[in-house]
């Protein structure tokens, strides 16, 4: 059996309360007509036929009642699992193996962010009543439970739903501030800088000049005085080695979105479209809706346990976003007093520390106390009891998401926006994750913002660990939110992001650095706007699935005129003729994607071969740097494979990454017994959340892409939603798909069901008005009413 | 007659308990009619099994029969069985046994608690 922990056998089989009453024969098993305790006036829910619950209800306290419930419904498990993930307690239904996690978790501090947010928001009457609203709604929907009724993860693995909480509806901020504003490489580049120098760091990881197609267009004025900078102090850094860092944000999380004003477009209305790229997941993390009271009439996706939509349309704007990196944390290296660790320096003084004991408890397990103190820079994540190595090395964790964060209230006023002004009295209270955040209206406007919390630094602050004792390595102020990335139309009729560096370096005031840029979807996508007229949203669904390979476009005629095409054998002359008669697209029935994927791979490989003896953490080139050091021939000596006597150049080392290609790919036709098309490789796969409910999984999706492709589809990263909505003012034209379903059910006929269409690049139209559903769009219809 | 009349109404309790109380109320069920009912220890355990197994095998089957197999085929391959009539199986043999099992100890309950039994076997003893 594949689980470490087995569950009951009996209570498993039982026909009454195990497995078999999760076997659906209907999508919907609702009962017609519900009773609902504080349910004020009656609600009608109406499902499409791809189970997005149109809701529409008399007031807001009954709409987000409806939500909860009905998100409950279709997706209560997956809703605990975000809960425990964020409060860092998976050890207590999965087990020891999860520890790990829980202790960063809670390191980290994601559970504190969520109890301040929680707090913050219940201090206002209005967001506290649309918490506790949908909190109700899911706890009335867990009331109406009976053991044979709950999800079959719970069964499995053998533990029952717990009462939903208003914190619990406030989890998804540091969820997604932790999956999309945790980046950085501070520790690695720390440690690379103190072995190899300042001027080999420097070629290696380059900050971008931002002139290549940067998210806000270059003729962009930034006309304001801008807020003094502070002064480079003379030393403000430390000198550590590091052997081992914490498990960052996953490098393939990134998404496009765009925007064409009526002048690009064919109806004259404006096109919005968005795709967040991010792990590909069952349940998917998106969970769409269309809410309706005399409020509010929103439609999009928003994550599971969370009442607002966070992707998506009314009928006057339409929103979208993708992630902007920006450098959110820094890390300050702390000494304390003595072994007591209870007091600190700081400034030239000792100040006392904070302790807290975390205690977490595990299935199967005595429970573990870990021990985090906190200095006014934050949690000390490193320390001697978490990968310090013994070093003695203290690292305190300043990250922005650990402020006050008004996100929340920026994405209610998002819902309810009318126009531009009013979007931007929203965007005033986004406080991040940082996010490219485009907009479109029914006016034909379009617009690209940046808003956020961010620090004002001088160049190179935050690049590497800070003296924690020295206030001159602190931030200070923040950037006004005046002064922020703004373009508001834009005379080339188009707008787009696709997490690449902001802007031109030399038109913005303030300095920006993150350690990693998107560099090749972003130019694709501006490269097709440029072009296209006369834009339908059909057009625009065609760019989101563009499997044009730019990276292969920019450096593949390089790596064959290097080839020593005259010793070939015929394998090699197979592949390389593949190579050569390609036209860079990804196109999954392909064969040459596969070939360039396998000798690029291998070429990265040897090239930094060197990095793989290094006993402490460090990160390889990206795939940008390294492709324009090999095409400048400027390799500085990395070139050489170290386990040859020779000093290999760079033409040496493509033949011989050619050759071991070509090799690796008879290994692996040889081993998997079919033809290497790029699909069939690459192998697309949306994985259960749980890894060990291996059937619960879509294996070998048919699709083209990959990173850096605006088809952004990897093995396990991909588009996790497809929106494009047209901005008509007589009815909004929406249409999307995601990798999943609505239901979360693995026994519900309608599993999985958008899978398919959404690997080949189809979209449903999202049926979204003021009034109720057409009857022929009706799958299922519930009426909920107050209970008498 | 009364053997069927038993397994008749462990059945009935088998299918209604587990609706109200916890899976393993079959046994209790069971348990209660082999009490109330007499029966040899054997003939209460066999009655069981019929009646505890059928109940499991004609829920199981009938919704695996009518949701065409959707899940168990998923959960037959997480537990590494080849064909999701394995778990129709299975389960039949835990309805079986803890209904069997259930009955039995009803069964034996019943001569522990049961004076007058005793009281006859010694007037035929002495006569």
Redesign the interface.
Known sequence: MPFDNIPPIGKLLSPHQGFWQNSEKEPISLDKFIELIELKESVTVQFDELLIPHINAKNNEDLYMTQGYVTAYHRLWQMDFYARVVMGRLSEVVGIKALEYDRLQRRLGLKDMTLKLHDELMKDAYYASIISSYTNGVNTYIASLSQGDYPIEFKLLDYEPEKWTTVKTCMAYALLASTLSRSEADIEHTNFRKMFGENLFNVLFPEPDGTSAPVIPKDTPFDFEPVSQPQKPEKFEVQHIVNESISKQNPLNGSNNFAIDSTKSKSGHAILANEPDLELTAPSIWYASHLTSPDINVMGVTVPGTPVILIGFNDSISWGVTNSPRDQVDWFSVTFKDASRKEYLYNNQWFKTEQILEEIVIKNADNFIDTIIRVHHGPIVYDRDYLSNHEKVNLAMRWIAHDESTTFKALFNFNKANNYDEFVEGLRFFSGPPQNIIYSDTKGNIALNLPGKFPIKFPGQGKFILDGSDPDSEWKKYIPFEHRLERYNHPQGFLSSANQFPVDRTTYPYYVYSHRFENYRNRRVNDRLITMQNIEPEDLMSLQNDNFNYIASEILPYLLSQLDTLSLNEDQNKFFDELQNWDYFNHPNLKAPTNFELWSDILWDQLWDEFDTMSFAVNKPDIYTTSQLILSDSLVGFSDRLSTPEKETTSDLINYAFDIAVDSLNEWLSINGKNHSWNEFKGTEVNHLISSFTSFNSKNISIGGNHNIVNAASKHHGPSWRMVVEMDPQGINAYGVYPGSQTGNPGNPMYGHMITPWAEGKYYNLKFGQNKLLVGDILYEIQLTPQE | MKFIIKIFLMGILSYLL??YF???SIALGAGLISLLIRGSNFNSFNGGVIAGGLV?FY??FT??N??NS??????A????LTDSIW?IY??TL??AL?TGLGSLTGSLLRSILSPKKMSRNEYVSYS
């Open positions: 587990p609706f916890s899976w393993w499991w829920l199981s919704i695996d009518a949701t959707i899940l168990s085929e998923k959960i391959l997480l537990m590494n778990l299975a389960s835990i309805g803890v």
